[in-house]
C-alpha cells in the first residue's frame, strides 16, 4: 500500500497547455463525428431524392397518352350491328364480327390521307368499340371519338422521334386536334405487345392477390411459431437446432424458395402454374422466417414481471401470452411482418420460377388464374425494346412504390394504435 | 391430511429444498403459516428467502431450471401434487412482487382482470362492486375513484404497488405473498403499504420477505431469518429481535453483516 503514489501529488492544472490541447482535440472530434453522421444522412437523401425525381419524370408521361380526334360515319360505311345487339353479352362479337377494326383504319386514312391507319393506334378500334358501348347513337349517325395514337406519334407529340413520325404529328395537328391527357386505360388493362395499351391493373391486382395469400399464410404460423418457441418450447438441442435454422432461412437467397415452390407446390401438389396462390405460398414460406425472428424479439422484450403479475393473480399460460404478452408485442411484431411484406412484395426471382413472368393480357379473377406481379412486370418491360416501354416501366414503378408507400403507411397506422403508453 | 396436526395451519412446509441446476438455493426448509398473522422472511440478500417464497405459489414453475423437493400442504392439500390445479392455487395464494407491476391498462382493469378470468363476477355491477372493494382495502379508493380509466402505470411508485396489492386481493386469496413490497418506494409510500399490511392482517395470511429489519418488527408476528439457503432460526417476531437463540440470528440483526 506504501509504494502507491504519494498523497502530496501537485494539484491537476485544468489550464495547462497539454490540458488545452486534449479539450480542443475532443471538441474536433465531436465536430468531426457529427459532420460525418450529418454527411451520410445528406447522402442517402440525395439518392432517394434523384431516384424519385428520375421516376417521376418519366414515369408521369407513362400514365399519358396522346389523342387524336377520328372523325368516323358509320352507317355511311355500311356498318351493320344493331342497337339490340349492344345489350346482349355478345356484343363485342359482334362488333369484332362486322369488321369494326378496318373499318376504323379506313376512317384514319380518310380523315388524315395516305398512311393514316399507321397513325392510330393497332387498338384504337377497342376504344371506338367501347365509346360505341356507351354511345348506342355513334350506330346511326356520324360522330367523332377520341382515339389513342400509335407509340411512334406519341412519341413525336412529346418532343423526340424520326422525321416522318413528326411529319405525322404536324398532319394529325392540321387535321384533327391532338390532345394529351390521363390514360384511364393504363389503370384498367393489362399486359400487351402495344406500349399505347398496357396496363398496369393486371399486375397489381396480381400483386394484391399475391400479397393477401402470403399474409395470411405467414402472419399466423409466424406469430404462433413465435409465441410456441419462446413461451412453451423448452430449451434443448431441437430447439437450439431449430432457432439456428430459422435464422439461416432468413438468409437463404429468394431464388431458392423459387426453386422450392416450383418443387412443392407445381410438382407435387399440382397447383396451377402462374398463380397468385403459388406466388403467395411461395413468398410467404420466404418470410415466415422474417415474422418469426421478429416476433420473437418483440415477445422477448415484454417485461418478465408483466407475465409474473398475471401468473399471480393465476392466469393460465394461455391467458398471459393472449391477454399480455401478444398485446404488448404485436407493435414489433407488426414492424417484422411489414419488413417482411415488403421484401415479398418486392420480389421477382421466386416468382419467375414459379412461371408468374408468363405474357398475360387479362387481369387475374381470382387465386387460381394467371397473373403476373408488379416487380415481374417491371422487369418485362424494361426489357422491351420499345421506345413506349420506357416511360410505361417508370409508371409502373411508381405504382409500385405507391403500394409500398400504402402498405407501410397501415402497419404504422396500426402500430400506433396498439403500442402501449407506459 | 395425512400427518394431521392438533392446530391445522394454514400453510405448512416440510423439508422443502429447491435446486436451480446443481445448485441448492433452499435447504430442507419446514416452517409453518397462520392465518391471522404476518410471518416475515429475514435474511442477507441470496439467502434464499425469495426463492422459498416463490415456492409457496409454484412461480417458480416458470423456471425451467428449478426443482422442488419436500411437501408444501395449503390446509392439508398438497400444493405439489398432481391434482392440485396450478391456476387456483395462485388465486387461492396471490402475490405481491418486489417492483410495483401494474398492466399497462386502466386501473380498473388491472383490478377487474384477475375476478375476470376466474369468473368471480356475474354481473357488471357485482365486478364493479369487487374492484371499489379491492380498492378501498387495498387504501386507494378514495385516490383514484374519479379516474378508474387512467392508466395503471400513471400513477405514482407507492400507488403502483397499492394497486397492484388490491388487484392480488380481488380475486379473494387466503394467502398474500410479498416480496420486498416496499424496496423500490420512498419512506412515505413505505408507511402507507406497513399500514395497509396491518389492516389485512385479520383476511389474511400474509408472509413477507424483506431487507429492512425494522420493518419486519413492524409489521410482523413471526419472523423466520434465512442464512445460505437455512432457515436458521423461527419464532414470535419479538423474541427473534429480543433474545434470538442463534449467534448468527443475533449478529444479522445487529448489523454484524448483510
Same mark, same amino acid.
Request: hydrophobic share 55%; proline share 7%; no cysteine.
Given at each position: 500500500m506504501s509504494k502507491t503514489a504519494p498523497l502530496d501529488r501537485t494539484p491537476t492544472d485544468w489550464k495547462a497547455a497539454a490540458m488545452q490541447r486534449r479539450? @480542443?482535440?475532443?471538441? @474536433? @472530434?465531436e465536430r468531426v463525428f457529427r459532420l460525418l453522421g450529418l454527411g451520410a444522412v445528406a447522402l442517402s437523401a440525395a439518392f432517394l431524392a434523384f431516384l424519385i425525381i428520375t421516376m417521376v419524370a418519366n414515369g408521369t408521361r407513362g400514365f399519358m397518352r396522346t389523342e387524336v380526334t377520328l372523325p368516323i360515319d358509320l352507317p355511311g360505311a355500311g356498318f351493320e350491328v344493331r342497337r339490340e345487339q349492344l345489350d346482349t353479352a355478345g356484343a363485342d362479337l359482334a362488333l369484332a364480327g362486322a369488321g369494326l377494326e378496318n373499318l376504323v383504319k379506313a376512317a384514319a386514312v380518310q380523315a388524315f390521307g395516305e398512311g393514316g391507319?399507321?397513325?392510330? =393506334?393497332?387498338?384504337?378500334? #377497342?376504344?371506338?368499340?367501347?365509346a360505341i358501348k356507351s354511345d348506342p347513337g355513334l350506330l346511326t349517325r356520324a360522330g367523332t371519338v377520341d382515339v389513342p395514337v400509335a407509340t411512334e406519334v406519341d412519341q413525336a407529340a412529346r418532343g423526340s422521334a424520326s422525321p416522318e413520325a413528326e411529319a405525322a404529328v404536324a398532319r394529325l395537328e392540321k387535321a384533327g386536334a391532338l390532345t394529351t391527357g390521363f390514360n384511364p386505360d393504363f389503370l384498367r388493362n393489362a399486359d400487351s405487345t402495344d406500349p399505347t395499351a398496357v396496363g398496369i391493373w393486371g399486375a #397489381?391486382?396480381? =400483386? #394484391?392477390? !399475391?400479397? &393477401?395469400? !402470403?399474409?395470411?399464410?405467414?402472419?399466423?404460423?409466424?406469430? $404462433?411459431s413465435a409465441i410456441y418457441l419462446e413461451e412453451y418450447a423448452p430449451r434443448n438441442r431441437w430447439t437450439d437446432l431449430i432457432e439456428v435454422s430459422i435464422n439461416n432461412l432468413a438468409a437463404v437467397p429468394s431464388i431458392i424458395f423459387g426453386l422450392l415452390g416450383?418443387?412443392?407446390?407445381?410438382?407435387?401438389? /399440382? &397447383?396451377? @402454374? =402462374?398463380?397468385?396462390?403459388?406466388?403467395? &405460398? !411461395?413468398? *410467404? $414460406?420466404?418470410?415466415?422466417?422474417?415474422?418469426?425472428?421478429?416476433?420473437? /424479439?418483440?415477445?422477448? *422484450?415484454?417485461?418478465?414481471s408483466i407475465r409474473d403479475a398475471a401468473l399471480g393473480v393465476g392466469a393460465s399460460r394461455v391467458q398471459v401470452v393472449f391477454h399480455h404478452v401478444l398485446p404488448l408485442a404485436l407493435p414489433g411484431i407488426l414492424t417484422g411482418t411489414i419488413i417482411g411484406m415488403a421484401r415479398a412484395l418486392g420480389e421477382t426471382a421466386p416468382l419467375l420460377l414459379i412461371g408468374m413472368r408468363a405474357f398475360i393480357v387479362t387481369p387475374p379473377g381470382g387465386l387460381t388464374d394467371p397473373a403476373t406481379v408488379l416487380p415481374v412486370q417491371i422487369f418485362l418491360w424494361s426489357d422491351e425494346v420499345s421506345r413506349g416501354f420506357i416511360e410505361k416501366t417508370s409508371a409502373a414503378i411508381i405504382v409500385l412504390l405507391a403500394f409500398l408507400l400504402a402498405m407501410n403507411g397501415l402497419a404504422i397506422y396500426l402500430r400506433n394504435k396498439f403500442e402501449t403508453r407506459w | 391430511m395425512n400427518d394431521a396436526t392438533p392446530t391445522q395451519h394454514k400453510m405448512s412446509a416440510r423439508d422443502v429444498s429447491v435446486f436451480y441446476g446443481d445448485k441448492q438455493a433452499v435447504k430442507n426448509v419446514s416452517i409453518d403459516i397462520d392465518m391471522d398473522k404476518v410471518t416475515a422472511f429475514i435474511g442477507p440478500s441470496g439467502c434464499g428467502k425469495s426463492t422459498f417464497l416463490r415456492t409457496l405459489n409454484r412461480m417458480n414453475d416458470?423456471? *425451467?431450471s428449478a426443482r422442488v423437493e419436500g411437501q408444501i400442504t395449503l390446509d392439508g392439500e398438497d400444493i405439489y401434487s398432481a391434482s392440485m390445479d396450478v391456476v387456483q392455487l395462485r388465486a387461492r395464494v396471490g402475490m405481491v412482487f418486489q417492483k410495483p407491476n401494474p398492466f399497462p391498462k386502466s386501473i380498473y382493469e388491472n383490478v377487474a382482470y384477475g375476478p375476470r378470468i376466474h369468473g368471480l363476477a356475474a354481473s357488471k355491477t357485482e365486478l364493479d362492486w369487487i374492484v371499489e372493494r379491492s380498492l378501498k382495502r387495498a387504501g386507494l379508493w378514495e385516490e383514484v375513484k374519479d379516474r378508474l380509466g387512467d392508466s395503471g402505470t400513471a400513477l405514482s411508485g407507492g400507488q403502483q404497488q397499492r394497486l397492484c396489492i388490491a388487484r392480488a386481493i380481488a380475486v379473494d386469496p387466503e394467502v398474500i405473498l410479498m416480496d420486498e413490497p416496499a424496496s423500490a418506494l420512498d419512506p412515505i409510500a413505505t408507511a402507507k403499504i406497513e399500514e395497509l399490511i396491518h389492516e389485512l392482517r385479520g383476511r389474511y395470511a400474509i408472509v413477507i420477505v424483506t431487507h429492512n429489519m425494522q420493518q419486519a418488527a413492524r409489521v410482523s408476528q413471526r419472523t423466520a431469518f434465512f442464512h445460505l439457503g437455512n432457515l436458521v432460526e423461527y419464532g414470535e417476531t419479538d423474541n427473534i429481535f429480543t433474545a434470538p437463540r442463534e449467534e448468527r440470528t443475533k449478529d444479522y440483526i445487529t448489523g454484524r453483516y448483510g
Open positions: 479539450i @480542443r482535440k475532443r471538441y @474536433r @472530434r391507319e399507321e397513325m392510330i =393506334s393497332d387498338k384504337a378500334w #377497342l376504344t371506338v368499340r367501347d #397489381l391486382k396480381g =400483386s #394484391l392477390l !399475391t400479397m &393477401l395469400v !402470403t399474409l395470411l399464410i405467414a402472419f399466423p404460423v409466424g406469430v $404462433l416450383l418443387a412443392v407446390f407445381l410438382s407435387f401438389m /399440382n &397447383l396451377p @402454374r =402462374s398463380a397468385p396462390i403459388v406466388g403467395g &405460398l !411461395t413468398l *410467404a $414460406l420466404m418470410i415466415m422466417p422474417v415474422i418469426v425472428i421478429a416476433g420473437r /424479439n418483440a415477445i422477448k *422484450a415484454v417485461p418478465p | 416458470t423456471i *425451467a
